[in-house]
Every structure is written in structure tokens, then in C-alpha cells.
């Protein structure tokens, strides 16, 4: 049977003790909320763990150790994989790089799920249509220079 949570209605069954437990097996569970609040049989799953990180500093400081320390294993087995050759295989490496890039901690540390593409010097993309276009309007004022050139040197004024 699930245990009652967190929510402000006097039946939170839980206590520090429980939340220790809670702590003990996340780490285990490598920082997977939602096995760690199944298993524990916590309602509420994310929503409960999000109060208990607003209404305790100290579990919240915990979490987000446990999930540097998660990330730092992730980051060490991709550097390995780089340095000394292809011990993982690719799927592996791409389930790294998810989770690197899909997971808040992962994003702080600069792992992004999509990447900014910018043209010369930061500036914005020219597509290749609008260097047609450029290029057609530049060889377009070039010739009418050049005919407005010639018809100076033909017609001179009187």
C-alpha cells in the first residue's frame, strides 16, 4: 500500500530518518527519482521530493551532491572512452551524452540538447538563398555601373 506524502494535510508519515533512506537508496539507484519514490512507495513521486527539497535545505543540498557525483562518473567514462579508445560501444556513448544533455545538472555544466549555430563572427546565419539574392543584386549594380560608365564615355556632353 503507498504511504501517504508531504502535503500540508497533517498525514505526512515520513520523517529524517526516512528521507535518509530515501537519500541512501537514490544514490543507489543513480540519482533516478522516480525508481527511488516507486520503491519507497512514496505518492506523489517528483512533486513530494520537490517539497521536501523546499522544506529541507539539507535534503535538497544532498540531492544535488548525489547528482554531481552521478554526473562526474558520466563525464569520466566519456573522457576515457575519448582518451584511450572505443571500450564502450556507441550505444553506450549515446546514452551518456543523453543523459548529459537531457538532465538539468547536465545542461548547468554546458551540455546542451541542441546546439547554436551562428554565422561568420557570431553574427546571424545567411542562408544560401540570400547569397544568391546579394550576389544577383551586387552583379546587377556592378553592370549598371559599368553601363552608365560606357554611356559617358559615348555620349559626352557638349
Known amino acids: 500500500m503507498p504511504r501517504n506524502h508531504a502535503s500540508g494535510s497533517g498525514k505526512n508519515k515520513f520523517n529524517d530518518k526516512d528521507r535518509e533512506k530515501f537519500l541512501t ?3 543507489k539507484n543513480l540519482g533516478n527519482i522516480t525508481r527511488t519514490c ?6 506523489g ?3 513530494t521530493i520537490c517539497n521536501w527539497k523546499k ?6 543540498e544532498r540531492i544535488s551532491q548525489l ?3 552521478v554526473f562526474d562518473d558520466i563525464e569520466e567514462n566519456m573522457f576515457y572512452a575519448a582518451v584511450y579508445g572505443p571500450e564502450l560501444d ?11 544533455s537531457s538532465h538539468p545538472k547536465g545542461r548547468e555544466r554546458g551540455y546542451a540538447g ?10 546571424p546565419i545567411t542562408s544560401f538563398v540570400e547569397l544568391v539574392l546579394r550576389a ?3 552583379r546587377k549594380e556592378e553592370k549598371a555601373r559599368a553601363d552608365n560608365g560606357n554611356s559617358k564615355r559615348h555620349n559626352p556632353k557638349k
Not at 516507486?38 to 505518492?43: G, N, T, Y
Not at 522544506?55 to 535538497?60: G, L
Not at 541542441?114 to 553574427?123: F, N, P, V
Open 45 to 47: 513521486g517528483h512533486a
Open 67 to 69: 547528482h554531481d557525483k
Open 114 to 123: 541542441r546546439t547554436e549555430i551562428t554565422g561568420a563572427e557570431g553574427g
Open 55 to 60: 522544506k529541507y535545505p539539507w535534503f535538497a
Open 25 to 27: 537508496l537514490l544514490e
Open 136 to 138: 544577383e543584386q551586387e
Open 38 to 43: 516507486r520503491q519507497m512507495r512514496i505518492l
Open 90 to 100: 556507441k550505444s553506450a556513448i549515446n546514452v551518456r551524452k543523453f543523459l548529459l
